[in-house]
């Protein structure tokens, strides 16, 4: 650990560095043709003609093949290379990125707004203002919805616990709808509300126009947008969250299997939301935790269902492969000690607040390398709790990361004697520190 502070009691200015084909031309020369009776004439015929070979049939043109998979993948920003058009992968504990691929670049969100329409939900339970047995009447327009449904009836009364199940696990189009309508009038101002509130949340570059995702003229999100979305859902929420994790469901007596296949297949899943349009093709959002690690997944514009579970499942290993998280601080963990100027302690220790972990290729030998920060030596009295400097930890891929010190115990100021001595001893013999 290495320690730096100024002796004047200026501010610290932090920055925070996150991260042929070659043709060729053939000429055939041809001779005229000659008189075939000059040739009977002058050609003698006393041997029979040779034999020709046989000759082997014109070889058959090569069919084009289509590029494999590993040829269809496009190298990412941050990351490897994948199939989808936009990536993006975030521990949310850390805030790492260990994926990017055009994660900023606006998509048709599909199905996967509806995490905006279930996230609004969610807040209206938990400020108390609707209950899960509070029953919403379906409209005309709900009942009428195309697409993913979860075939609810005209003038039906439906349980808003029953619709958060429609909407997650069935992705029902007409669900969404009857929410709409039933929190704020229409789906329109339900809308308005959603990107208002997405705005709120972090989510700066997403415009909702429906409430399902249905595609519509200015409507646009972006990878990391649904990042955000997801981990304030499972953050906000975590008691709801658990609907998300449902393998399927029956309403009407008709049972429908959830579409996202990492919940049976992959290890730790518990969420989000698949999506699929003709214009934005499969996505979907995906969480996971492990041995207490989440990963936050956003994907899209896949070709295929298949391609989306095969191509989210892979990715999701990799990273929980390649990178793993370290503890560098726990808890209030004394970082450094800072001197103290005419206190009855001569130091303070500086400890770190919250534990800090930091995500960092698997199998790093490197150790991160951390140094203190502060403006010194320190002026008592000084309370326990007071923000006192910063630590600046940078890891061996050159990514910085700082965190907030504060003063570890309490420093009273000396007396007047001991002032008077101090001051002495300052000037007459310099400071000593």
Request: aromatic share 6%; charged share 20%; hydrophobic share 40%.
């Amino acid at each position: 650990m290495r320690v730096s502070f100024r002796t004047d009691l200026s501010r610290l200015t932090v920055a925070l560095v996150v991260v042929g084909a070659l043709a060729a031309a053939t000429a055939v020369a041809q001779t005229p043709p000659q008189d075939p009776r000059r040739q009977q004439q002058t050609q003698p015929q006393t041997q029979p003609p040779k034999p020709k070979p046989p000759q082997r049939p014109p070889a058959k043109a090569a069919t084009p093949q289509a590029p494999s998979k590993a040829e269809a993948m496009t190298p990412s920003q941050i990351g490897i290379p994948t199939l989808a058009k936009h990536a993006f992968m975030v521990d949310p504990l850390t805030s790492t990125v260990l994926l990017y691929k055009d994660a900023e670049t606006p998509m048709n969100p599909s199905s996967m707004a509806k995490m905006m329409t279930i996230y609004i939900v969610f807040e209206e339970l938990a400020a108390g203002r609707i209950k899960l047995d509070t029953r919403f009447r379906v409209s005309e327009r709900a009942r009428a919805m195309g697409g993913s449904r979860m075939f609810i009836e005209i003038g039906a009364e439906v349980s808003v616990e029953e619709l958060i199940r429609g909407i997650i696990v069935l992705s029902g189009n007409d669900a969404c709808v009857a929410v709409a309508e039933g929190l704020s009038g229409n789906e329109e101002a339900f809308a308005e509300r959603m990107t208002k509130r997405g705005r709120e949340l972090g989510l700066t570059k997403s415009v909702f126009k429906n409430s399902s995702g249905w595609p519509a003229e200015g409507q646009y999100s972006t990878a990391r947008d649904l990042a955000v979305l997801s981990w304030r859902t499972i953050e906000d929420f975590p008691k709801l969250y658990r609907y998300y994790a449902e393998l399927s469901w029956t309403y009407n007596n008709i049972k429908q299997e959830n579409r996202n296949r990492l919940l049976r297949t992959t290890p730790g899943t518990d969420g989000l939301k698949t999506g699929h349009t003709k214009e934005g093709g499969y996505g979907q959002s995906t969480s996971a935790v492990r041995d207490g690690r989440r990963l936050v997944l956003i994907v899209n514009g896949l070709g295929s269902m298949a391609d989306r579970a095969q191509e989210t499942a892979r990715l999701m290993e990799w990273g929980y492969r390649e990178f793993s998280n370290v503890t560098i601080f726990r808890a209030g963990a004394v970082v450094a000690e800072a001197p103290v100027w005419l206190g009855t302690q001569d130091k303070v220790p500086l400890v770190i607040p919250n534990a800090v972990q930091v995500t960092v290729p698997a199998n790093q030998s490197t150790p991160p390398n951390a140094v203190a920060r502060f403006d010194g030596p320190l002026a008592a009295p000084i309370s326990k709790g007071t923000k006192i400097g910063t630590v600046a930890i940078t890891l061996p891929d050159g990514r910085a990361v700082e965190y907030a010190l504060e003063a570890g115990a309490d420093v009273a100021r000396q007396g007047m004697i001991g002032r008077v001595a101090t001051l002495i001893r300052h000037y007459v013999f310099g400071w000593l520190s």
